[in-house]
């Protein structure tokens, strides 16, 4: 009988590892292509590249509308995850401790993820013209970016406060401490890496959305991924992959500096 | 030094799928003496933990006062209550290490560093974890926890303990062991304590003093041996202990609070409390360590009856027998388990007059 689990292991365990390295393959493939494009020498985005040179990079740094985008998405992604981290914070806090409010509370915190982006962001533009504030400055995109990342923060500090024994301010109230204290020293603590995580997705999330971007955005102004789509409709050559990689490397950026301040058990299981 | 004074307290909860008001507590005087461990014991929703929560300052009573000493203390919040309190989930702060959580109501209470480390290392003593300072909670056992929990409640040197369950998480022979511990420490510090629990055994083992809660009110209060031995109604010798009832009349009065009562097995003296005159209906309880048993009819004794052995049980350190007796009921006898009576043996059966007691029948029961 022993032997069965043994051979089992055995048989099964080669499979298991071929079927889990199709699956990276299959995930990180294109990113390590678009990687490698951007360092092509040649002239266009192809892959294998035909010789490694930085000249696209270059070709990025000297690109205004390129340089100005990723400054404008960096901007807007900042403040996207500030506000949305206070709201999203907040609102969790509210969900946890109001029974009465939480059916619907928690489906009207979450719709902007549920429904369709760009439904949301049709909805968006048909408001914003109704109510005159138009898409002339850059609040209407900044506030659609906001009710996109604002579910992710109130999901993941949800799921860090369901997690919490309820006792526990109660224990630090009966050894002195006032609410505030209570809340300071121990609930703040113990949310952190939920309110951190949600930041995270929050920035990642804000930086990459396309829909929204695309419909919110004034006139003259572009978001990275925006921009990118719009060079590639004409151009063809490796700054489109030296823009994404660099977009990779903002948003690993995002995901270390997570993993810095609170351990990221998302990414570390 | 502290005294701890209920009076008359009430707690409602309102329920919103009724729309009704439910009585948790429907007023309640009970008296801590200083130093003492009073367990507040019923089965669950009795209000024991309500009562508990009240004098932590974590329910608003709706009537009532409770008093340290003489201070009533109802206004307060729970952080001025300067009370310890352990929870049934241990509640240890997973984000401290053992000596931060210990040190943490000295930090409130701006106890400097030095005298911090220093106290938390007494503390961390009497529990007999001295090396344990540095680990985080989750590396510690369940038995472990509740002890850094009791050390932290101490440490402070609160004016009472409040214990909710402290027990309840552990497993059997953990839950053995620390009733004794934690109710040694008790009597070494000296310290006002109560203590919530639906487990009876763990009630009568460490407490001075029992109160038996039922649906929001004290059903009685006093050591557990009365408890036991004279609960004061029936609802509370069927909660604590096994017991026998056998229903009857009471026909007359003797000495030294003596009834005899008529029953299907004809009169029985049994000793009785207040009332009970000629004429009340009662029920007689026996426990079943109380009822002797032999294969030949006694020469002496009162209360002696036959029955008819139909179930044997071995228990380990006794024998439990199902016996059936003319009245139709059927009696718990617990023995010694080197007694050999054979099922269905025909047995002689009695019981001493002072190891019984008379209770009124509940009301509604038949």
Redo the contacts between chains.
């Keep these: 009988m022993a032997n069965r689990f043994g051979l089992g292991a055995i048989v099964t365990r080669p499979l298991l590892l071929i079927f889990v390295a199709a699956v990276y393959i299959f995930l990180m493939a294109p990113i390590f292509m678009v990687v490698l494009a951007s360092l092509n020498s040649g002239a266009y985005l192809r892959f294998p590249p035909e010789g490694l040179s930085l000249r696209w990079y270059v070709a990025f740094y000297e690109n205004t509308p390129f340089v100005d985008a990723m400054v404008l998405s960096f901007k807007v992604a900042l403040i996207s995850t500030l506000v949305s981290t206070i709201i999203g914070t907040m609102a969790a806090f509210y969900f946890a401790r109001v029974r009465e409010a939480r059916g619907g509370l928690r489906v009207v915190l979450i719709a902007p993820i549920l429904l369709p982006e760009i439904l949301t962001a049709i909805a968006l533009l048909l408001y914003y013209h109704q109510i005159g504030l138009g898409t002339r400055s850059l609040i209407g995109l900044q506030l659609g970016h906001i009710l996109i990342t604002t579910p992710y923060v109130f999901l993941n500090v949800t799921a860090g406060l369901g997690n919490m024994n309820p006792s526990l301010q109660e224990a630090a109230r009966s050894l002195g401490a006032t609410p505030a204290i209570a809340f300071r020293r121990v609930t703040l603590p113990l949310t952190k890496q939920g309110i951190v995580n949600g930041a995270m997705f929050a920035f990642i999330i804000s930086f990459d959305t396309f829909s929204i971007s695309l419909l919110l955005k004034s006139v003259d102004t572009m978001t990275l991924p925006i921009q990118l789509f719009e060079y590639l409709q004409w151009n063809f050559d490796p700054t489109a992959a030296a823009v994404s990689t660099i977009s990779i490397l903002i948003t690993l950026a995002a995901v270390a500096l997570t993993d810095r301040l609170v351990g990221l058990r998302v990414i570390r299981f | 030094m502290t005294r701890v004074a209920i009076e008359g307290l009430h707690k409602v909860y309102r329920d919103s799928d009724r729309g009704e008001d439910v009585y948790a507590i429907k007023g309640i005087d009970l008296l801590v003496e200083d130093g003492t461990l009073v367990s507040l014991l019923g089965p669950s929703g009795c209000g024991k933990t309500t009562t508990l929560r009240c004098i ?3 329910e608003p009573p709706d009537g009532g006062a409770i008093r340290f000493n003489d201070e009533d203390i109802v206004a307060q ?3 001025q ?5 352990v ?1 049934q ?1 241990y ?5 401290m290490t053992v000596a931060e959580n210990i040190g ?2 000295l930090e ?2 701006k106890v400097g560093k030095a005298d911090i480390q220093r106290r938390v290392g007494e503390v961390l003593d009497m529990v007999q974890m001295p090396t344990y300072g540095d680990r985080y909670p989750s590396q510690l056992s369940g038995g472990q926890q509740q002890r850094v929990a009791l050390a ?2 101490l440490v ?1 040197e609160p004016r009472v303990l409040l214990l909710d369950e402290p027990l309840a998480n552990l497993d059997a022979k953990l839950r053995e062991e620390m009733r004794f511990f934690i109710r040694s420490l008790q009597q070494r510090v000296g310290i006002t304590t109560i203590y919530v629990t639906h487990d009876q055994s763990e009630a009568m083992v460490m407490s001075d003093r029992v109160v038996v809660m039922f649906g929001g009110l004290i059903s009685q209060y006093a050591d557990p041996r009365t408890i036991y031995a004279r609960p004061a109604t029936q609802q509370v010798a069927e909660f604590v202990g096994l017991s026998n009832f056998v229903a009857g009349i009471v026909s007359a009065r003797e000495e030294n609070g003596v009834r005899v009562a008529e029953t299907a097995i004809g009169p029985l003296r049994c000793t009785a409390g207040e009332g009970f005159d000629v004429g009340d209906p009662a029920l007689i309880l026996v426990r079943p360590e109380a009822i002797s048993l032999s294969r030949t009819r006694p020469d002496a004794g009162t209360n002696v009856f036959q029955g008819r052995v139909s179930e044997r049980h071995f228990l380990g350190h006794t024998t439990d027998y199902r016996l059936a007796i003319a009245s139709g009921n059927v009696l718990q006898v617990h023995l010694n388990t080197f007694s050999d009576i054979e099922p269905d043996a025909e047995v002689w059966c009695s019981f001493e007059p002072e190891q019984s007691w008379l209770v009124s029948p509940a009301r509604g029961a038949s």
Excluded: S, T, V
């Design positions: 932590a300052g974590f919040p729970p952080e209550r300067d009370i310890g309190l929870f989930n509640a240890l702060f997973p984000h943490f109501g409130m209470r932290r409640a402070i």
